[in-house]
């Protein structure tokens, strides 16, 4: 609230400024320029005829008539040299001119007595000093009304800033998960109606994720049923098929359990509130416990490890990392040449896990899609390879799900897939 209420308060104290000096340079041009002509007009007279007087005098009687004509004006007067006058060219003409020149430097009178070179000076006059104090009043009158701004503001951004707060917290709990979270604003505020739209947002998602749920306890249940009553018949047929008949319905039917599987998963994945089951972890004695189990995905090539940095260590779901690396791994295993490199580091605050293989690799532009589900390259992934186009969506779906990402990165052989995960900090 703290930011919002400065910029209003600024963007108005701006515009009321603005209006402000508008009007002051109206009445700097009017009322104020106005008064001091009056006044020099009245002024003109009396120092004509002061000026007059002193110019048919010799100058050794001008102190003592300048003396009681103070007395008589209850106003300063002396006399000093027109060469010693703090004035510009243009007020050097006035005075020349006969004219009276108003200093406001030190709020005096001055005019010039004729046939000399002496300038009479009056002053300084009270007057001229009040009307620059009541300058300075005027600019702290300003400001006391613009810092009284302040507290009107406040009460009026108030209720605006408590209603964004509130949407602001509904909106971070449905990101969250919780699809039950609603904003549920007073009627009388002034952001009810678009409280009450995000409420019916948060309705329709709501509707909208169980019935995914409930569409993927369905799948769940209608289709593994009949996968175990298609192999229980296959078992029971008599006679049985020849034996490369059956080991292709037998895989098959395995690529069937897996898409399945898959797809599952995936549908997890893509719940908000999917809960994580956290733990501590250090990576580098983590992965040897599935180093082996990998290997046996692809016997005939080679995966190779590397521990890049001292001990890593990891919080997070641990079943689900394993799923993210093992599905990695085994698309590298399906496409690569002869060898498949995993490689474990800490850079930072970031944990990384590298999965590079040398088969025939991806083109750069497809570095975005190849993480949407079922997307299949032609030059990279192939259906006689057994994918089923959701286990890279996966990966980035359980990074994400950990603050983390994972990226396509250049290689010059191969595909080099990085997940990159926040690393506890101590």
């Given at each position: 609230?703290?930011?919002?209420?400065?910029?209003?308060?600024?963007?108005?104290?701006a515009?009321?400024?603005v209006?402000?000096?508008l009007?002051?340079?109206?009445?700097?041009?009017?009322?104020?320029?106005?008064?001091?002509r009056?006044?020099?007009?009245l002024?003109q007279g009396s120092?004509?005829?002061?000026t007059?007087?002193?110019?048919?005098?010799?100058?050794?009687?001008w102190?003592?008539?300048?003396?009681?004509?103070?007395?008589?004006?209850?106003?300063?007067?002396?006399?000093d040299?027109l060469s010693?006058?703090?004035l510009d060219?243009?007020?050097?003409?006035?005075?020349?001119?006969?004219d009276?020149?108003?200093?406001?430097?030190?709020?005096?009178?001055r005019?010039l007595?004729?046939g000399s070179?002496?300038?009479?000076?009056v002053?300084?006059?009270p007057?001229?000093?009040y009307?620059h104090?009541v300058?300075?009043?005027?600019v702290g009158?300003?400001?006391?009304?613009?810092?009284?701004?302040?507290?009107?503001?406040l009460?009026?951004?108030?209720p605006?800033?408590?209603?964004?707060l509130?949407?602001?917290?509904t909106?971070?709990k449905?990101?969250?998960g919780d699809l039950t979270?609603?904003?549920?604003?007073?009627?009388?505020?002034t952001?009810?109606r678009t409280?009450?739209?995000?409420?019916?947002?948060a309705?329709?998602l709501?509707?909208?994720?169980?019935?995914k749920?409930?569409?993927?306890?369905?799948i769940?249940?209608?289709?593994?049923?009949?996968?175990?009553?298609?192999?229980?018949?296959?078992?029971?047929?008599?006679?049985?098929?020849e034996?490369q008949?059956?080991?292709?319905?037998?895989?098959?039917l395995?690529s069937?359990?897996?898409?399945?599987d898959?797809?599952l998963?995936?549908?997890?994945l893509?719940?908000?509130?999917?809960p994580?089951n956290?733990v501590d972890?250090?990576l580098?004695?983590w992965?040897h416990?599935?180093l082996a189990?990998?290997q046996?995905l692809?016997p005939?090539?080679?995966?190779?490890l590397?521990?890049?940095?001292?001990?890593?260590?990891w919080?997070?779901?641990?079943r689900?990392?394993?799923?993210?690396?093992?599905?990695?791994?085994?698309?590298?295993?399906?496409?690569a040449?002869?060898?498949?490199?995993?490689?474990?580091?800490r850079q930072?605050?970031?944990?990384?896990i590298?999965?590079?293989?040398d088969g025939?690799g991806i083109?750069p532009?497809?570095?975005?899609?190849?993480?949407?589900?079922?997307?299949?390259?032609?030059?990279?992934?192939?259906?006689?390879?057994?994918?089923t186009?959701?286990?890279?969506?996966?990966v980035?779906?359980?990074a994400?799900?950990?603050g983390?990402?994972?990226?396509?990165?250049e290689s010059?052989?191969?595909?080099?897939?990085c997940i990159?995960?926040?690393?506890?900090?101590?």
């Amino acid at each position: 609230m703290r930011r919002l209420f400065i910029q209003f308060y600024l963007l108005l104290m701006a515009c009321f400024m603005v209006a402000v000096l508008l009007v002051g340079m109206v009445y700097q041009n009017t009322a104020e320029r106005a008064g001091n002509r009056y006044l020099e007009g009245l002024m003109q007279g009396s120092l004509d005829l002061l000026t007059t007087e002193l110019a048919r005098r010799p100058q050794a009687v001008w102190p003592h008539r300048l003396a009681e004509q103070s007395q008589q004006l209850n106003l300063p007067l002396r006399v000093d040299a027109l060469s010693r006058q703090p004035l510009d060219q243009g007020d050097l003409a006035f005075l020349a001119h006969g004219d009276i020149v108003i200093v406001d430097d030190d709020d005096t009178f001055r005019q010039l007595i004729p046939g000399s070179d002496q300038v009479l000076i009056v002053g300084p006059v009270p007057y001229l000093s009040y009307l620059h104090e009541v300058r300075w009043i005027d600019v702290g009158l300003l400001l006391l009304l613009g810092l009284s701004l302040a507290l009107p503001i406040l009460l009026w951004l108030r209720p605006h800033w408590r209603g964004l707060l509130m949407l602001e917290q509904t909106a971070r709990k449905l990101g969250a998960g919780d699809l039950t979270a609603r904003s549920r604003l007073p009627a009388g505020s002034t952001l009810e109606r678009t409280g009450r739209t995000l409420d019916q947002m948060a309705d329709q998602l709501e509707a909208l994720i169980n019935g995914k749920k409930q569409l993927t306890d369905a799948i769940a249940h209608e289709l593994r049923t009949p996968l175990v009553r298609l192999r229980y018949r296959l078992a029971m047929l008599e006679p049985a098929p020849e034996e490369q008949e059956m080991k292709a319905l037998e895989r098959d039917l395995g690529s069937l359990d897996r898409l399945i599987d898959e797809m599952l998963t995936y549908a997890r994945l893509e719940r908000p509130e999917m809960p994580l089951n956290p733990v501590d972890l250090e990576l580098g004695a983590w992965v040897h416990l599935y180093l082996a189990d990998w290997q046996t995905l692809a016997p005939e090539k080679t995966l190779q490890l590397e521990v890049r940095s001292d001990p890593i260590p990891w919080h997070g779901d641990e079943r689900l990392l394993a799923r993210a690396v093992e599905n990695l791994v085994s698309n590298a295993l399906r496409h690569a040449n002869h060898q498949v490199t995993l490689t474990l580091e800490r850079q930072h605050d970031v944990c990384l896990i590298r999965v590079q293989d040398d088969g025939p690799g991806i083109a750069p532009e497809h570095a975005a899609r190849v993480f949407e589900p079922f997307v299949r390259l032609d030059e990279s992934r192939d259906r006689r390879t057994g994918g089923t186009g959701l286990g890279l969506a996966i990966v980035r779906s359980i990074a994400r799900h950990h603050g983390g990402d994972v990226v396509l990165l250049e290689s010059e052989s191969g595909a080099h897939f990085c997940i990159r995960l926040p690393a506890p900090q101590f």
